[in-house]
């Protein structure tokens, strides 16, 4: 089965991205912080003070002046300097604002939203495709010893990796159809991924000491900035977008308003010839976004990456997707929050055990790893809790084993007790 899964913004809130509403305003407290000028202040107080503008409409907006200002000076006209400088200011902000935002996801969360799925992916040809720049699946596969196809070259002890393009592998394909946080462009427009990235701000450029022409500078296509995609390698990342949508058998698109028409798009040419999954905690698009065929899925991104799509790549099972449709409320739930609490051993044992009922109540089926995890903690109480969730596991029969084996090394009566308990239910 091929499976494309499409993620937007939303799918990176619960790892400590912002959206762009939430980035805007920690964008302004950012200009404060710095002290700036009080005339720059008022520009992106205007810009966005209202509350119905994001940090998508304030860049939007800045080029637009700037572009103004350079129209003029090609018509022969001598406009001030002074009064563009203030926009040039915010745009440089704001470019190394997102890049930093973007770079300060929570690692353990956003292993623990995406192991699941990755490893659930030996059963399916998956492509992941997103607008995001965070690393959070490319730091889940390291973790895992995963690899992935995303177009560039393995890194191989280098601090650089080359874009080589897709050429058709066994891997998990990873399209960042606007770039990522380690991705940089040389004097030549190669992009170029380091090993080690950091934002950049400005006029400031890398200076690699390998055998590359010239200073590196950022790759990101920043939101408004639709010209970048006709610069390599962007035009063939969303041709093999396209193409992996074309042939894929089911499409699922998670954390996404669908505002951006390309990727309305591509969901319209989905939900006619496929069957076609769009994940939203509310389910709140509005009249006419959502294209008719496809099936809304009102779960949080955790939630659903955490549980739901895990298991419908393991059986591969549609059903396991219409059922979970099913649910017309939003999701309250906080799923991700409580596997991250869960799983953490440096956490108070009662705060683990809650976050475990957490989970229990919702009815979220974990994978076998973390289960495992959970099960072999040192903490007796946080063992013994995890058994309530063996049956909502589909490894509940081995699941079921594998603490029988727990129960002989730990000789805990607790333990012992409840496990005969569930033994005879499950």
């Not at 762009?20 to 002290?35: I, K, N």
């Not at 601090?159 to 050429?167: K, L, N, P, S, T």
């Not at 159809?177 to 170029?192: C, F, I, Q």
């Amino acid at each position: 089965m091929k499976v494309l899964i499409f993620t937007g913004a939303g799918a990176s809130f619960e790892l400590g991205v912002p959206t762009m509403r939430p980035m805007v305003e920690q964008f302004c407290d950012h200009l404060h912080d710095l002290a700036l000028p009080a005339n720059v202040i008022e520009k992106i107080d205007k810009l966005v003070g209202d509350g119905s503008k994001d940090m998508e409409h304030a860049i939007d907006v800045i080029d637009r002046l700037e572009g103004g200002y350079e129209a003029k000076v090609e018509l022969g006209e001598s406009p001030e300097e002074s009064e563009i400088a203030p926009y040039r200011t915010i745009r440089q902000e704001a470019e190394w604002f997102v890049q930093h935002s973007c770079e300060q996801i929570k690692a353990e969360a956003a292993i623990r939203m995406w192991s699941p799925v990755l490893r659930a992916a030996a059963n399916v040809d998956l492509t992941i495709a997103s607008t995001n720049y965070d690393r959070a699946v490319e730091i889940t596969a390291s973790r895992l010893s995963l690899k992935l196809d995303d177009g560039f070259d393995s890194f191989s002890g280098r601090e650089i990796a080359h874009w080589h393009g897709f050429h058709g592998t066994e891997s998990i394909r990873l399209l960042k159809l606007h770039g990522s946080t380690d991705w940089y462009r040389g004097s030549k427009d190669e992009v170029l991924k380091l090993r080690h990235p950091m934002p950049l701000f400005g006029r400031l450029k890398v200076l690699p000491t390998d055998t590359i022409e010239g200073a590196l500078q950022s790759a990101l296509v920043l939101p408004s900035r639709e010209k970048v995609v006709t610069l390599p390698p962007f035009p063939a990342l969303a041709a093999e977008f396209r193409q992996q949508a074309k042939e894929a058998d089911v499409a699922i698109f998670i954390g996404s308003s669908l505002r951006d028409p390309h990727m309305r798009d591509v969901c319209i040419s989905c939900s006619q010839a496929k069957p076609t999954y769009v994940v939203s905690k509310s389910g709140d698009f509005g009249d006419g976004v959502v294209p008719d065929g496809a099936v809304i899925i009102r779960q949080s991104a955790g939630r659903f990456l955490v549980s739901t799509l895990p298991n419908f790549l393991y059986k591969q099972d549609k059903s396991i997707l219409l059922r979970a449709a099913q649910n017309e409320g939003s999701d309250r739930s906080k799923v991700l929050a409580w596997l991250v609490t869960a799983c953490d051993e440096g956490s108070d044992a009662n705060a683990r055990c809650v976050a475990i009922e957490d989970l229990a109540n919702a009815q979220i089926s974990l994978s076998r790893e973390d289960l495992m995890l959970l099960l072999r903690s040192k903490d007796a109480d946080v063992s013994m809790f995890s058994l309530g969730l063996i049956p909502l596991s589909m490894n509940s029969e081995e699941l079921l084993e594998e603490a029988h084996k727990i129960n002989e090394e730990k000789q805990d009566p607790n333990f012992t007790a409840e496990l005969d308990t569930l033994s005879k239910l499950v």
